[in-house]
């Protein structure tokens, strides 16, 4: 079992910036691969940022030069940097973690985060 705890989201203005922390316990040892997921009122959850076990990285269209995502495995924490925050950012953030098992993989979930960006 993995566990996920978020936090660092909150009310910013337009261009400013945020860091969100996503703390695993558990079984993190397996882990392959850490998401941060976005989800806006009345919209599907999304992907944002994706880093896998070797440090590979993967960032929506939508954040690309904006965002950053990093890991540190010595606290087992991975991080979201958002910069020149937009409006359309305003959404709860979720952290998710891939393990593999027998067959195929298993998905864990944060509670949440809440990111607001004002105009």
């Known amino acids: 079992q993995v566990q996920l705890v978020e936090s660092g989201g909150g009310l910013v203005q337009a261009g400013g910036s945020l860091r969100l922390s996503c703390v695993a316990s558990?079984?993190?040892?397996?882990?392959?691969?850490f998401s941060w997921y976005q989800q806006a009122p009345g919209k599907q959850r999304a992907r944002v940022a994706t880093?896998?076990?070797?440090?590979?990285?993967n960032y929506a269209d939508s954040v690309k030069g904006r965002f950053t995502i990093s890991r540190d495995n010595t606290k087992n924490t991975v991080y979201l940097q958002m910069n020149s925050l937009k409006p359309e950012d305003t959404a709860v953030y979720y952290c998710?973690?891939?393990?593999?098992?027998?067959?195929?993989?298993?998905?864990?979930w944060g509670q949440g985060t809440q990111v607001t960006v004002s105009s």
């Open positions: 558990g079984s993190t040892g397996s882990i392959l691969v």
């Open positions: 998710k973690a891939v393990r593999p098992r027998l067959t195929g993989t298993l998905d864990y």
């Open positions: 880093i896998t076990n070797d440090g590979t990285t």
